[in-house]
């Protein structure tokens, strides 16, 4: 996020001097003054574009807003016309900030209706401040928390877009990609939460429908869910025809004492601990043409006090492997 915006401005219109830019962070963007006289008519705008979103290049700048306005005899001329303006680059995709943007208009319209909150002195003050802490927070991490008075504070916060999520099969194996205590912290619901204890990393999703007695189709759908937040990813089924190679980053297990104990502790027998030097070769025996089951027949994995399930397949295997040979979708196992 770091410098994609380039300015924030505050506008309103002033009964005599028409559009203006009352607050600005920073205030010495070079030309904003002139992009702004060129485009104030779409900053300041007519009833029409009022509490829509407005974006417009002009001078090198991508300048996006949300016109409001609030119609009270109290002001001059009947009405408090303003705009929270967002100022980018004139290449930058803007589409990630635009609903704070409509969301940062629409809060301040309702402050000013219960409170004045814009019109009135002593909280318009604040206005420079707030603008710089939205800049600074924006840039810095995306997301932002204003204190508006003792009661109320706004959150904005950019979410990203998540890609449409993939298509779930009956032999698709979900694994889980972070650790235990960020998946016992997460607010899952219900129906996730009963389908958690058979995400393994051996049981594909026909299977866990099955043990968790949920219908398929639900599964398939929470599956995805875990998957666009990053919380499982799909591998492949287990099955003896399977063909591996191994990975470069299999020399990690040389250096690193962690990953060594994580691979000794996931990758041995039950009262086995295998020496890593042990693992490491197997690792390194894996080649084009060598299935799990020629690879059985050539080395005793169990006299190793090696899992040869967990030894392909699991939490660890980005790591060390990657499947090259063809595989078949059967999930009556």
């Known amino acids: 996020m770091a410098g994609v915006i380039k300015c924030i401005f505050f506008s309103e219109f002033h009964h005599i001097s028409g559009p203006i830019i009352s607050h600005q962070v920073p205030d010495d963007l070079p030309l904003l003054k002139d992009a702004f006289d060129a485009v104030h008519d779409l900053i300041i705008t007519k009833q029409a574009l009022y509490d829509r979103l407005v974006s417009v290049d002009a ?15 109290k002001y001059p001329r009947n009405a408090f016309i303003f705009n929270f303006v967002f100022v ?35 909280s318009r003050s604040k206005l420079q401040s707030i603008l710089c802490s939205v800049f600074k927070d924006f840039n810095r991490c ?3 928390t204003i204190p508006i008075d003792e009661t109320k504070s706004l959150h904005l916060k950019i979410t990203p877009s998540l890609p449409d999520p993939p298509t779930i099969q009956d032999h698709h194996v979900p694994i889980f990609t972070c650790s235990q205590e960020d998946i016992d912290s997460a607010p899952w619901d219900l129906t996730i939460q009963q389908i958690l204890p058979y995400v393994n990393g051996f049981n594909h999703v026909k299977k ?35 063909v591996y190679t191994a990975e470069p980053k299999i020399k990690l297990l040389l250096d690193d004492k ?10 041995a027998l039950q009262g086995s601990v295998p020496k890593i030097g042990a693992v490491f070769r197997l690792y390194c025996s894996l ?9 059985c027949n050539r080395v005793d994995m169990k006299s190793e006090g090696v899992n040869e399930r967990h ?14 040979g063809h595989y078949c979708n059967k999930c009556n196992e």
């Open 59 to 73: 001078l090198g700048y991508r300048i996006v807003g949300s016109p409001r306005s609030i119609e009270n005899k």
């Open 88 to 122: 980018f680059e004139v290449n930058t995709d803007t589409t990630l900030f635009e609903p704070v943007i409509l969301k940062l208009g629409a809060a301040f319209k309702t402050y000013e209706l219960e409170s004045s909150f814009l019109s009135q002195e002593e």
């Open 142 to 144: 995306g997301c932002c």
């Open 208 to 242: 866990i429908a099955e043990e968790s007695e949920v219908d398929n189709e639900i599964v398939k759908v929470c599956i995805q869910h875990l998957i666009l937040y990053a919380f499982v990813k799909l591998i492949t089924i287990f099955q003896y025809s399977n």
């Open 258 to 267: 962690v990953l060594q104990k994580e691979c000794i502790e996931y990758v």
């Open 287 to 295: 080649e084009a043409g060598l299935n799990v089951k020629d690879l």
């Open 311 to 324: 030894f392909s397949k699991g939490k660890l295997s980005k790591f060390y492997v990657q499947l090259r």
